[in-house]
């Protein structure tokens, strides 16, 4: 029997309600029989009654709500029914939440769960990765799940975080991922892992594009061709180390993300290698990111909007010619 993503975020949840009476569920259309846009809290309001619930259709007043909530002791998980819309909460968790420990010494243990990320047919204000701009901010960390097991693990650890968390979940991994049981335990925030490893290009990403890089990874071996894939799993923290470890393996770093390409985590990664290795790079280090345009309602558009296997072993053979 195998498990999904989505079935992991469930079952994570189910998990720390059940072992963690200070643990609730907020969000719009949880409760009830909905389940959420997704059914990630399906069945949760009734095994769990009076914890999973319904809330208005305002995000600043939901994110604002959890932190109150957060300030006298208990656990929130928000969640957000598309990223996009968390847009609309900033203030709460740039302003509020991500500065309120360095003001007053009293933490906001809140996640904040976004499903976010491209899927055919969903459009440019139901699609977006809004990773760079909550890594942005200090006080907050920016998980990005991109396994099954992560998926599970990273958000038990996000609710036993002091900190507020930010839990990038991506739509199009809820179906597309499966494994054959859960984790007991997995590698701590703010720790990259080797996907796969090579010794001739080193492939930096997280998130969906991760199952992407493995794919070119697979497409470049059978060419001879072996590209090191680092999973990020955070990008607030963000592992410089194990980045840099590698690319001192390959000599060559290509970094991938869904996310529009004005800065963000691909850029960020960059800088950095340049600035603390730029010794171990023998070719100037490249980066691919998706088109620099509202995202494109329909599917043709949207493949070719994104980042793809085919997109990132091209680009890899590129970098691998210099």
Same mark, same amino acid.
């Given at each position: ?24 569920i ?7 029989? *909905?389940?959420?846009? *997704? ?14 619930l ?6 600043d =007043? ?9 300030l ?6 928000v ?7 968390s847009?609309? =909460?900033?203030n ?9 420990y ?9 996640t904040?769960?976004?499903?976010g990320?491209?899927?055919?047919g ?20 920016v ?6 097991e ?9 609710v036993a975080?002091d ?43 997280y ?19 072996? !590209? ?15 980045v ?15 996310? *529009? ?13 340049t !600035?603390?290795?730029f010794?171990?790079?023998? =070719?100037a ?6 088109k ?5 309602y ?5 493949? =070719? ?7 990132i ?6 970098l691998?010619?210099?």
């Open positions: 029997m195998s498990i999904t993503y989505l079935e992991a975020i469930r079952e994570a949840q189910a998990k720390l309600l059940r072992e963690d009476e200070r643990v609730f907020y969000g719009q259309d949880v409760g009830g029989t *909905f389940g959420g846009a *997704f059914k990630a809290t399906k069945g949760l309001a009734k095994e769990f009654p009076g914890r999973v319904n809330t208005p259709i305002s995000e =007043a939901i994110v604002g709500t959890a932190i109150g909530a957060a006298n002791g208990m656990r929130p998980i969640e957000m029914q598309f990223a996009d819309f847009s609309i =909460a900033l709460q968790i740039l302003n509020h939440a991500g500065t309120h360095w003001r007053t010494q009293v933490p906001v243990p809140i904040v769960r976004l499903p990320g491209g899927t055919k969903s459009g440019p204000f139901h699609s977006q990765s809004m990773e760079s701009i909550y890594a942005h901010y200090p006080g907050l960390i998980m990005t799940p991109a396994t099954v992560d998926a599970y693990t990273m958000l038990i650890e996000a975080i900190d507020p968390v930010i839990y990038c979940e991506h739509k199009y991994l809820y179906y597309h991922l499966k494994a054959d049981k859960l984790p007991e335990k997995g590698l701590p925030t703010g720790r990259a892992r080797i996907a796969r490893a090579g010794r001739d290009l080193t492939i930096v990403t998130s969906a594009m991760v199952q992407e890089s493995l794919s070119a990874a697979e497409e470049l071996a059978r060419e001879g061709l072996e !590209s090191e894939v680092v999973d990020l799993r955070t990008v607030k923290p963000l592992d410089t180390d194990t840099l470890a590698s690319v001192a393996r390959t000599g060559r770093l290509l970094c991938v993300g869904e996310s *529009f390409p004005w800065g963000g985590a691909t850029a960020e990664i960059i800088a950095r290698v !600035s603390a290795g010794h171990l790079l023998d =070719a280090p490249v980066r691919i990111n998706a620099d345009t509202p995202i494109p329909h599917p043709n558009l949207w493949s =070719a909007h994104r980042p793809s296997a085919k997109t072993a091209a680009k890899a053979r590129m691998l010619r210099e």
